[in-house]
């Protein structure tokens, strides 16, 4: 079956740790994002690149880092230079032309906690 | 950069009513706006989506109206069950390749049908 796997689903991090989260896809997207979830605050955007080996920072791309070496992987690191990095994180991919534009499909996320 | 407001943050209905979630957004060049919903602890999925050259969409229980002119769009679930109780976010997007396809999101309405 063809769709995105994140993980770990959960991972914990004590302070000063940097930790990457893993985002494969098997759909054939192009474009791929990250969006970060907190209680009460929607899906604000990290990165997002429309291909393979060029990226796009987001809304809260500060303390964070990606990088898209292969079309199938979207890598993201969280480093100790966010703030605030305990939440949920998710991965999504899209074709980038036609009636798949922006058309994105998820993953089931990963949800990070800092200790 | 666009904005979008989702109302109401939660909403309870018993089950059979009608539940509406309404969204407004900034950019009048945005062209399409998409509705998913989230079930605890997994990631969005995709219900409904349209895009600006319509006014409504309807499958099945589901339906969407746009309003450009205001910016404002909505989601009409009849017939409402159990089973569609979940987190449900509005979402606005301009298609350029330019700008790439990432989407704007709600913060999210919380539907709860009792049966």
């Known amino acids: 079956d063809g769709g995105i796997t994140q993980s770990p689903k959960y991972l914990f991090r004590k302070e000063g740790q940097n930790v990457t989260l893993s985002c494969e896809q098997n759909?054939?997207?192009?474009?791929m994002y990250w969006y970060r979830q907190d209680p009460g605050q929607g899906l604000r955007l990290i990165y997002y690149?429309?291909?393979?080996?060029?990226?796009q920072k987001g809304d809260i791309a500060e303390g964070y880092s990606v990088s898209r070496e292969k079309k199938e992987s979207f890598p993201l690191t969280v480093t100790s230079a966010q703030k605030n990095p305990t939440a949920f994180y998710l991965c999504?991919?899209?074709?980038?032309?036609?009636?798949?534009?922006?058309?994105?499909?998820f993953g089931a996320g990963s949800r990070l906690t800092v200790l | 950069g666009e904005n979008v407001e989702q109302h109401p943050s939660t909403l309870s209905v018993q089950e059979g009513d009608s539940a509406v979630i309404k969204c407004t957004y900034s950019d009048s060049a945005s062209n399409y706006f998409p509705w998913y919903k989230q079930e605890l602890g997994k990631g969005p999925q995709l219900i409904i989506d349209?895009?600006?050259?319509?006014g409504e969409k309807k499958d099945q229980r589901i339906a969407v109206t746009l309003n450009k002119t205001a910016k404002h769009f909505s989601l009409h679930i009849t017939e409402t069950q159990p089973e569609d109780s979940a987190v449900y976010f509005c979402?606005?997007?301009?298609?350029?390749?330019?700008?790439?396809?990432?989407?704007?999101f709600g913060k999210g309405t919380s539907l709860l049908v009792t049966p």
């Open positions: 759909l054939n997207h192009d474009a």
């Open positions: 349209i895009r600006s050259n319509v």
């Open positions: 979402a606005a997007s301009f298609t350029n390749s330019n700008s790439g396809y990432a989407l704007n």
């Open positions: 999504a991919s899209s074709g980038t032309g036609g009636s798949g534009a922006n058309v994105l499909t």
């Open positions: 690149s429309q291909i393979v080996n060029d990226f």
